[in-house]
């Protein structure tokens, strides 16, 4: 870094399920490279109880839980940013994307910037329909989520799964300097991250990948109807209940394609909804600044099998049989 050049941070703020985990653990587990190479991922801020979700900065979001502590989160970590000989800093939370907690990321942002920091914003968008799915599947997996899709959906829509108020906000929040970047399988994150910062990709060795899949449909709808039942289970016991689904004949063979809601459409009608869908994508390109074809691939609707069957089907299921699945869970 030039004399005199002001020092850069990089925000990784997500979304949820565009590759976060393997940014997350590639950044801690090569911080010493990286620092080398004139890169820090800072310390302060880090959430380590969860290393397959990754290891993240979630305690710059959530402080110590209710976002107590959460100023002194952000001064240890601004002090250390200034301190370290590092000219590049990068920070991972893929929380941050979230419109509830864009005001503490502003805080945040300006907390740096005061400091004389350059602050720039890093946001990973994959197809809406996956991520959607995807999302709610982290919610009944790991959040206590109970709501069946159709419930679960109208209460986010306007938030977290708002791609035009994800991107309107953060563009606000980093003055202009978001880079929005195309999610899609297939693409090395961990790659396209390190591009971002200068970093050449042979630089740093790889390490051995990790992700957080989630547990598909049918775990998650089993996993719903154990929050829903007040159970929260391990890993374990979502196997033995989907033995015992299995068991009853509902995934027979290759079993039926289950997904929440096959019908969901977020553009809903012919003409109507063409023309929705046209405006939407219009005024969300204002903030991507992308081409047609990857603005249009983002809402190509999902999945595309029409044969899929609504996933509930499983929690009825085990409504009906809930005092032998209640048992089985008790053995």
Not at 51 to 77: E, M, Q
Not at 250 to 272: A, C, I, K, N, Y
């Amino acid at each position: 870094m030039a004399e005199g050049k002001p020092k850069k941070v990089f925000i990784h703020v997500g979304t949820f399920k565009t590759g976060t985990s393997s940014i997350q653990n590639f950044l801690y587990q090569r911080s010493q490279e990286l620092l080398e190479e004139g890169v820090l991922y800072p310390g302060a801020g880090l959430y380590y109880s969860e290393p397959d979700v990754g290891i993240r900065h979630a305690c710059l979001v959530y402080g110590d839980g209710r976002k107590r502590n959460l100023d002194k989160y952000h001064t240890n970590l601004v002090h250390e940013i200034l301190a370290s000989p590092a000219p590049v800093s990068v920070l991972s939370c893929e929380a941050w994307s979230r419109p509830s907690e864009h005001k503490g990321l502003l805080t945040l942002c300006d907390m740096l910037r005061a400091q004389g920091v350059e602050v720039c914003g890093v946001l990973y968008l994959r197809n809406y329909y996956d991520y959607v799915r995807s999302y709610y599947r982290e919610f009944c997996l790991r959040r206590g989520n109970h709501l069946k899709f159709d419930e679960f959906y109208p209460v986010w829509r306007g938030g977290a799964l708002s791609y035009l108020n994800i991107c309107s906000q953060l563009t606000s929040i980093f003055n202009g300097k978001l880079c929005i970047r195309h999610y899609y399988r297939g693409l090395d994150v961990v790659q396209d991250l390190l591009s971002l910062i200068d970093i050449p990709h042979d630089k740093i060795p790889a390490v051995k990948k990790t992700s957080n899949p989630g547990g598909g449909a049918v775990l998650a709808e089993i996993s719903r109807w154990a929050n829903k039942e007040g159970m929260r289970v391990d890993k374990e016991s979502l196997g033995s209940l989907r033995q015992f689904v299995a068991d009853a004949g509902m995934l027979d063979g290759q079993g039926p394609v289950f997904t929440e809601s096959p019908g969901f459409e977020v553009f809903s009608g012919l003409l109507s909804g063409w023309f929705r869908r046209f405006r939407f994508q219009r005024q969300l390109n204002r903030y991507l600044g992308w081409d047609s074809t990857s603005v249009a691939a983002l809402f190509e609707r999902k999945p595309a099998i029409t044969a899929a069957q609504d996933v509930v089907r499983i929690g009825e299921f085990l409504d009906l049989n809930s005092q032998a699945a209640l048992q089985l869970l008790q053995t």
